[in-house]
């Protein structure tokens, strides 16, 4: 199957800075690149969608302007979380889905950045 | 939207046996897919078996295999000669063109 990465897979930050997360698909393009969040012991809650080159389609209840998402290409997204706080504390995965190729219609999932905020 | 509910949170089943997940679904939808994924602690998310709406024939993949009931919006995984390695939690998923969306997950332990 195709790779996504994720960096970092681990960060630690204090209160009231920003973290980014890459997501990158590195063999195919991606067309839609998902994120989601998991706290321990639940599911994967999705946090937006966002299509190469428009603006992200957030879930009702996620604040689009404190989780600030870009998908400038075809193999990468970002996550930035602004002025974090420590109830952001969790597991973000992202996702990448292509509608090209001989992947088409498959999803892939990167490994995972877990965030610690102190 | 879509919801996916899966009403089994800890599974155990002993090694060898046979255990069967249960996943229901709700959509209004004809074509989607449904899948099942498998999060070991790790937590990379690993595809186990993946079912086309439209195709009736249930898919199977090696000791895995579900029973789809698409009136019912039924979504069975079923584990056949269970071993200790399936140890993790599994997800239900439903995705249609634009989103994926997940169930609870049940927590599967395989007992030796």
């Known amino acids: 199957g195709a790779v996504v990465s994720q960096h970092p897979s681990r960060v630690i930050c204090k209160s009231g800075t920003s973290v980014k997360i890459e997501c990158r698909s590195l063999?195919?393009?991606?067309?839609?690149m998902f994120w989601y969040r998991q706290f321990p012991k639940q599911s994967l809650m999705l946090m937006a969608t966002s299509n190469e080159g428009s603006k992200a389609t957030y879930e009702q209840g996620v604040e689009k302007d404190k989780f600030l998402i870009n998908h400038a290409s075809l193999t990468l997204s970002t996550l930035t979380v602004t002025s974090a706080h420590p109830e952001d504390s969790s597991f973000y995965i992202c996702?990448?889905?292509?509608?090209?190729?001989?992947?088409?219609?498959?999803?892939?999932f990167g490994p995972g950045t877990r965030l610690t905020v102190l | 939207a879509q919801t996916v509910t899966q009403s089994q949170p800890e599974m155990s089943v002993q090694e060898a046996e046979t255990v069967t997940l249960s996943c229901t679904y709700d959509?209004?939808?004809?074509?989607?897919?449904l899948f099942w994924y498998k999060q070991p602690p790790s937590r990379q998310m690993i595809l186990v078996i993946r079912q086309e709406a439209y195709k009736q024939q249930n898919a199977t993949e090696n000791r895995f295999s579900v029973n789809f009931q698409k009136a019912a919006k039924s979504f069975s995984l079923k584990i056949s000669d269970s071993q200790l390695g399936d140890t993790a939690m599994y997800f239900c998923a439903f995705m249609n063109w634009n989103d994926m969306r997940f169930g609870a997950g049940t927590r599967l332990t395989v007992k030796p």
């Open positions: 063999d195919f393009q991606a067309t839609t």
């Open positions: 996702s990448a889905r292509t509608f090209y190729g001989r992947n088409y219609n498959e999803q892939f």
């Open positions: 959509t209004s939808e004809s074509n989607y897919y």
